[in-house]
């Protein structure tokens, strides 16, 4: 519903992916709608699934607004610079109770927000101007993105469950788990989910970084997609 009225009231189009094939349908307008409900709906779903950490989620929003923001400025678009600022703000002063100590959190509402939030900017940044590359924003939320895509092929068709069902097999979890020991101070829980969240936002980092360098050059940003999901799945398999 979010997609939706965005579509139609902000002119948030899903309007090209920069693939062949994939642009010539989303031309039509029926599709264009279709689509970018599936989308927004997506990455905000996308976002909930890696609200598993103090400051994770947000602090992947966080980095995709700025992102957001610097190519807006650079496309001279003044009005998506001061939502992505506007974003900004608001995320930072959620994080104040958010990380390291967790007084608050995210919920599913907020990750739903955000992630719908990002999504929607991305949209109408990509349909605006033709020189940023569909790629760019995909590769802000590759992360989520992907960890949603890879946790749907791991309950279905490596386990045989529902592909919707939860687990406690995402990344965030098993380097929260496995690779952050517990120590044996009495703030050890908060202290190891933290330290877990920064280095989960700096796998983050390794798609956001080539989308900010090359947010025009489709090619680049697809060979750094594949390079970043390479790099996941030897870490996952690790």
């Not at 607004?65 to 506007?86: K, R, S």
């Not at 104040?96 to 940044?125: Q, T």
């Not at 406690?168 to 190891?192: C, E, F, I, N, P």
């Amino acid at each position: 519903l979010s997609a939706g009225l965005a579509y139609t009231l902000l002119g948030a189009a899903v309007s090209r992916v920069d693939v062949v094939g994939l642009d010539a349908l989303l031309v039509m307008p029926a599709m264009a709608f279709v689509f970018t409900c599936f989308a927004v709906g997506g990455v905000a779903h996308a976002i909930n699934i890696i609200d598993g950490l103090n400051g994770l989620a947000s602090g992947v929003c966080l980095m995709a607004l700025l992102a957001l923001g610097y190519v807006a400025f650079q496309v001279e678009d003044a009005e998506i610079v001061l939502m992505c600022g506007l974003g900004v703000g608001a995320v930072l002063g959620f994080r104040v109770w958010n990380y390291p100590s967790g007084r608050i959190f995210c919920g599913d509402g907020g990750a739903y927000f955000l992630g719908a939030y990002v999504a929607i900017l991305s949209a109408i940044l990509v349909h605006r101007h033709s020189q940023v590359s569909a790629w760019f924003p995909f590769l802000l939320v590759l992360y989520p993105v992907w960890e949603t895509l890879f946790s749907a092929y791991r309950r279905r068709i490596l386990r045989g469950r529902p592909a919707s069902g939860a687990d406690k097999l995402h990344m965030h979890t098993l380097y929260y788990k496995r690779v952050k020991r517990a120590q044996q101070d009495g703030k050890a829980r908060s202290r190891r989910n933290s330290d877990a969240s920064v280095s989960m936002l700096f796998l983050a980092s390794g798609s956001a970084l080539p989308a900010v360098l090359w947010w025009s050059e489709g090619g680049s940003l697809l060979m750094g997609a594949v390079a970043y999901i390479s790099v996941y799945l030897s870490m996952y398999r690790r």
